[in-house]
């Protein structure tokens, strides 16, 4: 199987560049990822896949963090200009940019694939000496850059389907491929994971390049997600001339001040990290008057979904009590959560099995971290169920970069192996007289 | 009618010096004025008037600041040791020690008095130079001194009581001598007003000597009582051992902490003067325990009834929602108030010119201030029913020594002046053929 | 004179109201008052003033508040375009507005008199029940509207200009005539007044005109200004990954929120009104970087110099504590400020008394406020040189239209009016043979 | 040598027992244990050790946490009259209740054994069912109680003086007691340390009773201490009236509240866990007085102390700038600390490796906590110089009391078996032929 497999993968190795490539050169960010999301859909369609798209696979409310309706407009305009698939781009507007592509064969377990697609707002580095500017590939869009890898996980997920379509009667059961938005800010999946898309899923996998590991470089199962939540604060009072009647005010500063005092207080925790910070406060209008509305950029974290839920609580009653302090009314928007998670051991091992049988490979352990990962609802929701969840990390290096910067960029050499293995996974536990061991 | 005044204030003057020094000599801080009260109640039992005392002059839940009830039975049990009235100390057992002595005759207008009878918890000066020493009349009672003259208030009030019942046919309505506890704290006058003693009073009078103003000088009508609330504050958490499960605490001192702040910052009205203070605050047990209790001790003033009002209500919603940042509870008991109130103007007027008519008075103008009086709630009630009222100022001059001082003394000669003036404001108000102004 | 004086308000009327809807049609801020300066320096220049203009009437350090030089320097060539003076607008350059002229006729008093020139950053009305919409003099500058009077003011200036040029004979003494920029936001006074423009003056006038007032109503001696300190506040930090590495962030947010709190705490004052705003807080970039940069706009404000210096003293101790106690740097920028002032009642009495023979004036009490002035500056400083200062209020009703509104427009008829009084009394005061008061 | 040992042990077992109850009874809180040190430094003597005590073992200055000098005095009376040792009475007056005792013999390594001697200020449980009680030995000194088994661990001390002293031929080297006063509040450690007790020693043990442990069960190192730093806190302003002259103050209150927000907002540290805690506040004497004096308690920790002197670091300056902030000066007295540190498993494992060879013995893992234990100073200075260092925990079981409870008491089974072990680990580090690892 192995050798079948790689034949496949060889062969379509270009035809995946090419789709990373053109994925970078039209990046777009979160919730905007109209054209990738309808060209994946329309491939997809194309390879005999059953496609699922925008409302039928995410659930309005729990979509966090949206950019505004005109911003989700001219990007979607955008999209129709750059090339996106007619047909889908009407579903996906407004926002709804999600694709499952479904290939069922008989009897047999669930296999399900999380690729992420969105871009990040950031300036791409225009020099030369950048790969995707002198091989012609950098993002024509501006103040939007693929600075994260996910243009190679959607052709990573491309490629897989290929494969796996082209070997579909060694798939006995079902494969989903995921396609995900609005990774980046922790926004997108908990949507997905609330239509139900990965309910009937008996084991979850999803990959993620990392361009500080040498290429060939993986981790079967990472397990240092912090729970995270991410939420928008808006204190509204009343003003008032700050000389002539300042007891007319309902000063909203106050309340945000007491606030962040009291916020950064929260008692640390006898279980393990907490976090807590507010990013950002933008208050008042005038000097001279009481300022009537102020804004908190506010974030929770914890190294347990249960420590960070602790943090959240403690936070929520501190915002409310400050507003009735000073008789303000209070606002919080949730714009982005992830749970902490644990990749299933027994799934990681098996993946890393399959990947030294594959060759090429090497195990590093899991890598420490500090972020989040909104993949982790998915995780969650699937072990919730009884069935296994795993977080793999790829090798990508192509130099010192980190992620998030100008420079970033990452080995396309990884493309194929990363198809190869999650292909052959698949494959194995779907194998017939395999005994699945959920 | 002045001669007539004058002849029996000088007949009774010795008598009413003793009266003041035995006060004096067995001084009982507020709400336990037990034989002061009880002997005020004798004295005027037996000079003709009507007395009621205890529970029927004062509404029990209105009283405010009370010591414990230990402290109460302890006092208590001294009154009955220093001849306290038998009778009467029934009546005010519990710190019910509010007298009211009325002189009804015929058809007219009602005349209220207002003399105060507390003294101080406070020690008074031992050394021979001070003339309570020196003439043997300094308070037997360690740590309780009458160093603010409500000795000699209570000593003017069985004065004017002696010589309106003397010249009773002279009186033409009806007159009410109300003898009030705990007005230092101002925790007293509350409770007799609700309790409807001054209801029924159309012309309201009381006193106040000063030693910083030399004998003679008197004021007709005072403006300058600033409205205030006391009260002390409990917040409740709960404990956790800093160390081992910090998380667990509900910290009374975190909620404590944040509530001085933003008391501190209530804004500053453009009507007037406003003040806050937290005058004390003691929270917590053991270092390594997180606190769990707190205990404010707390006050608003305003130059107008209105700016209190708005100062305490502002702490009040401070509070609570102090309380419920930090999952605390929260309790909040009244210990004192006063209202802001101005003289009427025209009664005031009257009063000096009576004193001009008596001779050996000086006018001055009304003192400024910053300091509270309860007495303003019978001088709201009156205002409110239609009726007049004043608060005089009467110097007393013995020296430099500021009240609430361990060297407080007033000038007797003082006592007679006051009984005079009251004497015969009341007999003005009162007599047959005068068109009231009310 | 009377009679002399209004014969040439009368001739000169029509090119006042023209010169006032010009500098409204050109409306200028403060600092960029280019054209407008431009052009009084060359109407006084032209009359046969001695013109002082820019640095020679400016210490540089002292002008507070200043626009960017990008937006100086884009407002000048708005200036050149709109017709500004060639010669003088290269004196203004860079900011440097302020105009005096100068009439010196032998011996005897000098009299200053401040006009200020800036407009208010903010659209005016666009309707046609404007009138200045309807008569075609609303600013074509957009987003810059003369919606306090200054324009008036201006005018006001070179009519008087005019009178005691055509009256030279008459004044037997020195006229100054200062034309200041930037006085909203009180900024610009102080640069003049300590570039010693005033140093020199006897007896200092200005005038205001108020809409809210009936044309004809006049005010001596106005007292009521605050004193006033504005100023910006950065605390700088470090910046730190909030997940990562919070410990490694010196949070310039906590030290922002923590003097917020203080500063709203500073102690009520026993000798008057005080005052503290901080108008507007932005801080911070992301949600999960520890914020390493908050800008503060903050003013203080007392009922006296005295009580403002309290507050201001005080704010800065918690500014420079709130920067320490979480490890940040502090800058402090002075914006804007201004004194209280009382009007001399003697010069106050002698314009109300020229006015009243004027004719056509009525009297009003001095306009109870809440606002600041920096032509206090100015008062200060005679009145410390031992002059006389007063400030007088002009009615110029049209309506109900406040003040800093897009409605505002005032009654034109005052601006003849104003322009005999101030004439009238500068005649008074240089008259021969008079006994000067000084 | 096993043998040897246990036939001593055997011998003096209910001697031990005796002194055990003898400490228990005449129970003496930290810095106070005037007649426990001066017997156990007479029985030292007696059994031919070489004595040091008070001042020449301890650094007056960096005792921490003392009583007042007339409780210190109140308690060294007691001590007279309780039957402490008159010669060494004098020597340890004034809290200098340190003693060492000193066995040499010849060449070879020293061993250091630490034994804490303090009670603690608590109510010992007067009830029959409590042994102490039941068996005439319940501490006689009211307040006053052994509820963390310091009585045994300086009765195994003088167990241990004698065992090694009967076998003084086998000790080839030097042993060095130490008995070491207020441990608990980890406040006594530092001055011994400071004195230069244990610069000399190659190996430390020491060893500590744990009621919550089977009796048998032991672990030859402890790992978990947190480091830790006490200190009491004082801000001192200005008082003022509340009412009167409010800007007069300098609110200590204030700066206490600010001080307390910010020191619960410092910020979490990535390396690990930290703690602060404000235990208690006490601020302020009247209500309408600014208050002018505010006390606290404080304590720092961390899982290393790099981490608490991060917190303490933190705190500190926090504190200096609250002073700043409102005016008042500040005070911090340090009252007690304590080091992180970690056992040598090289040593641990031979402590445990000689406890099975004497049987009776089971190793238990290392005991979790969140406690503190000032032995670290030692172990700290040990390893400094490049010897090793212990913390042994016993198991001394008599039920289901825990530590600093009225009920506590220890299985008196534990001192026999803690004598031998304690005994043979040092004959085993100083006998002849080894190899010493240091």
């Known amino acids: 199987m192995i050798d079948k497999v790689s034949k496949i993968a060889d062969e379509i190795e270009e035809q995946i560049v090419g789709y990373r490539r053109d994925f970078h050169r039209y990046a777009e960010s979160g919730w905007t990822e109209f054209r990738t999301a309808s060209l994946v859909a329309r491939r997809l369609t194309d390879l005999g896949y059953k496609v699922k798209v925008g409302r039928k696979v995410m659930r309005e409310k729990d979509r966090m963090g949206l950019p505004s309706p005109q911003t989700l407009e001219k990007h979607w305009q955008r999209a129709v200009k750059q090339g996106g698939d007619k047909e889908f781009l009407t579903t996906v507007k407004g926002g709804f940019t999600g694709v499952v592509g479904i290939l069922e064969n008989g009897e047999g377990p669930t296999v399900g694939m999380r690729f992420d697609m969105d871009a990040l707002d950031?300036?791409?580095?225009?020099?030369?000496?950048h790969r995707p500017v002198k091989e012609s590939f950098a993002s024509v869009n501006d103040g939007v850059m693929h600075a994260c890898g996910h243009d190679g996980h959607t052709a990573t997920g491309l490629g897989v389907a290929e494969v796996l379509m082209r070997l579909k009667d060694q798939v006995h059961g079902?494969?989903?491929?995921?396609?995900?938005?609005?990774e980046e800010g922790v926004r997108g999946a908990k949507a997905m994971v609330s239509a139900g898309v990965v309910d009937d899923v008996d084991y979850m996998l999803a990959h993620h390049f990392f361009s500080g590991w040498e290429t060939g470089e993986i981790t079967g199962g990472r397990n240092d997600h912090l729970a995270t939540s991410k939420f928008d604060v808006t204190f509204t009072g009343a003003p008032a001339h700050a000389g002539g009647s300042p007891n007319e005010g309902k000063n909203a500063l106050l309340a945000a001040a007491t606030a962040v005092l009291n916020l950064y207080a929260i008692p640390r925790h006898k279980d393990g990290a907490t976090r807590i910070n507010v990013g950002r406060l933008d208050?008042?209008?005038?000097?001279?008057?009481?300022?009537?509305?102020?804004?908190?950029?506010?974030?929770?974290?914890?190294s347990t979904t249960a420590l960070n839920d602790y943090m959240y609580d403690h936070a929520i009653r501190i915002l409310e009590a400050a507003a009735q302090m000073h008789n303000c009314s209070l606002k919080v928007q949730a714009m982005g959560s992830a749970k902490s998670a644990n990749s299933d051991a027994e799934l990681a091992k098996r993946v890393e099995k399959i990947a030294l049988e594959i060759g090429g490979f090497s195990i590093r352990p899991p890598k420490g971290g500090g972020g989040s990962e909104d993949y982790t609802y998915m995780m969650e929701r699937v072990q919730k169920n009884g069935g296994l969840a795993t977080h793999i990390g790829v090798g990508a290096s192509l130099g010192?970069?980190?992620?998030?910067?100008?420079?970033?960029?990452?080995?396309?050499?990884?493309?194929?192996?990363?198809?190869?293995l999650l292909s052959l996974v698949t494959l194995d536990i779907t194998k017939k007289d395999q005994e699945q061991g959920k």
Chains 1, 2, 3, 4 share one sequence.
């Open 122 to 129: 950031m300036h791409e580095r225009k020099s030369p000496d």
């Open 174 to 182: 079902t494969v989903k491929l995921v396609f995900q938005p609005a």
């Open 283 to 302: 208050a008042g209008t005038g000097r001279n008057i009481i300022c009537a509305e102020a804004h908190l950029l506010v974030e929770t974290r914890g």
């Open 400 to 420: 010192n970069w980190g992620h998030h910067t100008a420079e970033f960029d990452i080995d396309e050499n990884a493309l194929k192996s990363a198809i190869k």
